[in-house]
Each structure stands twice: as structure tokens, then as C-alpha cells.
């Protein structure tokens, strides 16, 4: 059995629609959405809407930790503007070309930046969106967990520790446990380009250490400081940045 797995597809349809080539199902992480490309500042949303100079300065204030001033800078650029119909009408445009990129069988979770809510209208038949749920793939029982925790980026789907902790706390013991964002450990928590800690998932990190699960497969982090260790029997691994590199990481059993 052959599974490819996904993570931080942020707009790249063309290299996910061959993502799944040679492999029984594709499993993906979540972050379908580009709003900001951090290593491009002309692709995403945000660009689009608001060009490259204004994209480079808010990049700039949220790099260095400035959250409130991005903030207020976002705000002054959104003034007089309908935001949510603005950043809805751009989403449903790469939600329309990714769904269709999605191979047969997929199975997907939510990342931060998506948006939920949107996703019964594009996912087709042989897209299965799971969250606190669980599946079997060829003996292996895979659990799924999305979305991400608050934080001082505020992106679209962030929720409590506690709403976070119970889906997890759901799924009970699996093999795989797949999730967009790492447990809480700071090697996989810091990213070295953006020079901070993301959120990580205590609730997951615990899972790990009670339950031991084969594998604990995650993204969130682009340049993470490391990109796999060993939490006691568990191979914890951050399967990469797809949105830069194209390339799905693969688990064979």
C-alpha cells in the first residue's frame, strides 16, 4: 500500500494534480488557500487586491513580530472596501481549481487558512473531508484533526485549545495520526525563515506520548527546524511544503 500525503498546497493546482500519480490515495493536510506567498510577494489574495509594495510592507511587519501594526495596516488598505465578499470571491476562485486538481481517492483536512464552510461546494465524489474522524486504509487506522490554534495572525480557521483538544481526544488510538498542524515541541514548531514559533498542538503531543501511533504526519511550518524526529515510538514527521516544492512525501506499508 502506497499513500501520498500533502501539506501547504496554497494555490498549487498543477503539481497536485499529479500528486497522487503511482499511489492508492492522497491524503492532504489542509491550506488549500493562498492568501500571501512569503517567498513571492506578488502571488496570492492579498497581492492581487492590494499589489506587490503593499504585500512586501505587511510581510515586513509580520516578520518582525509587529502584529498590531500589520493590523492597522490591513485595516487602512481595506477601508471603504467589502472584505469578506473581497477575500470570498477570491477563495472560491482557487477552491474551484483545486478540488478539480484532487486525484481519486483523496482524503483531506482542513489547514488554518482555509475555509470550512466552503468546502461541501467543491469536494466531489471521491474527495472525503474528514475532521475528529477516522478511517481505515489498507489495515491502518488514520486519524484527522484540522484547522490550527489561535494566534497573533488571526487566519480563518483557528479555535480553542479545548475544541481542538476534544477532536483529538475523539479519534482515539490510530496508526496514523494526521493533522495540519505539529505537536507542541519547539524543534517542529520554529520556523527558521520566519524567525518564530507557530502553533503547535499540546493536546497532540499528548495524544502521541498516551496513545503511540505509528506515525504523526503534519505540515503548518514551511522551514521548520526539523523536519522529523522520534517521540518515544511515534515517527513524527512534517511531510513539506507543497505549495514550493511539488512533491508529495509517501508512506508505504
Same mark, same amino acid.
Given at each position: 500500500?502506497?499513500?501520498?500525503?500533502?501539506?501547504?498546497?496554497?494555490?498549487?493546482?498543477?503539481? $497536485?494534480?499529479? =500528486? @497522487?500519480?503511482?499511489?492508492? #490515495?492522497?491524503?492532504?493536510?489542509?491550506? *488549500?488557500?493562498?492568501? %500571501? !506567498?512569503?517567498?513571492?510577494?506578488?502571488?496570492?489574495?492579498?497581492?492581487?487586491?492590494?499589489?506587490?509594495?503593499?504585500?512586501?510592507?505587511?510581510?515586513? $511587519?509580520?516578520? =518582525? @513580530?509587529?502584529?498590531?501594526? #500589520?493590523?492597522?495596516?490591513?485595516?487602512? *488598505?481595506?477601508?471603504? %472596501? !467589502?472584505?469578506?465578499?473581497?477575500?470570498?470571491?477570491?477563495?472560491?476562485?482557487?477552491?474551484?481549481?483545486?478540488?478539480?486538481?484532487?486525484?481519486?481517492?483523496?482524503?483531506?483536512?482542513?489547514?488554518?487558512?482555509?475555509?470550512?464552510?466552503?468546502?461541501?461546494?467543491?469536494?466531489?465524489?471521491?474527495?472525503?473531508?474528514?475532521?475528529?474522524?477516522?478511517?481505515?486504509?489498507?489495515?491502518?487506522?488514520?486519524?484527522?484533526?484540522?484547522?490550527?490554534?489561535?494566534?497573533?495572525?488571526?487566519?480563518?480557521?483557528?479555535?480553542?485549545?479545548?475544541?481542538?483538544?476534544?477532536?483529538?481526544?475523539?479519534?482515539?488510538?490510530?496508526?496514523?495520526?494526521?493533522?495540519?498542524?505539529?505537536?507542541?515541541?519547539?524543534?517542529?514548531?520554529?520556523?527558521?525563515?520566519?524567525?518564530?514559533?507557530?502553533?503547535?498542538?499540546?493536546?497532540?503531543?499528548?495524544?502521541?506520548?498516551?496513545?503511540?501511533?505509528?506515525?504523526?504526519?503534519?505540515?503548518?511550518?514551511?522551514?521548520?527546524?526539523?523536519?522529523?524526529?522520534?517521540?518515544?515510538?511515534?515517527?513524527?514527521?512534517?511531510?513539506?511544503?507543497?505549495?514550493?516544492?511539488?512533491?508529495?512525501?509517501?508512506?508505504?506499508?
Amino acid at each position: 500500500m502506497r499513500v501520498h500525503v500533502v501539506s501547504d498546497v496554497h494555490g498549487n493546482a498543477t503539481d $497536485l494534480a499529479r =500528486a @497522487g500519480n503511482g499511489a492508492d #490515495a492522497l491524503i492532504c493536510l489542509g491550506d *488549500l488557500v493562498l492568501f %500571501l !506567498d512569503y517567498a513571492d510577494h506578488s502571488r496570492g489574495i492579498f497581492p492581487d487586491l492590494f499589489g506587490v509594495e503593499n504585500a512586501d510592507r505587511i510581510v515586513e $511587519l509580520r516578520t =518582525a @513580530g509587529r502584529f498590531e501594526e #500589520a493590523r492597522a495596516f490591513g485595516r487602512s *488598505l481595506w477601508a471603504g %472596501l !467589502d472584505r469578506d465578499a473581497a477575500i470570498l470571491g477570491a477563495v472560491r476562485k482557487q477552491y474551484s481549481r483545486l478540488f478539480a486538481a484532487f486525484p481519486t481517492p483523496t482524503y483531506a483536512t482542513y489547514g488554518n487558512v482555509d475555509v470550512p464552510d466552503l468546502w461541501p461546494e467543491y469536494a466531489r465524489p471521491g474527495t472525503t473531508v474528514l475532521d475528529g474522524e477516522r478511517i481505515e486504509l489498507g489495515g491502518l487506522v488514520f486519524g484527522f484533526v484540522g484547522g490550527g490554534l489561535r494566534s497573533p495572525m488571526r487566519t480563518p480557521f483557528e479555535i480553542s485549545d479545548e475544541e481542538y483538544a476534544a477532536k483529538v481526544e475523539a479519534l482515539g488510538e490510530v496508526d496514523v495520526l494526521c493533522s495540519h498542524i505539529p505537536p507542541e515541541v519547539p524543534e517542529l514548531t520554529y520556523d527558521t525563515v520566519a524567525r518564530r514559533f507557530e502553533r503547535g498542538s499540546v493536546a497532540l503531543l499528548d495524544a502521541i506520548r498516551r496513545t503511540r501511533p505509528r506515525y504523526s504526519l503534519f505540515g503548518h511550518v514551511h522551514q521548520p527546524l526539523a523536519r522529523r524526529m522520534r517521540i518515544g515510538a511515534t515517527e513524527c514527521v512534517n511531510v513539506g511544503h507543497f505549495a514550493a516544492t511539488g512533491r508529495p512525501w509517501a508512506l508505504e506499508w
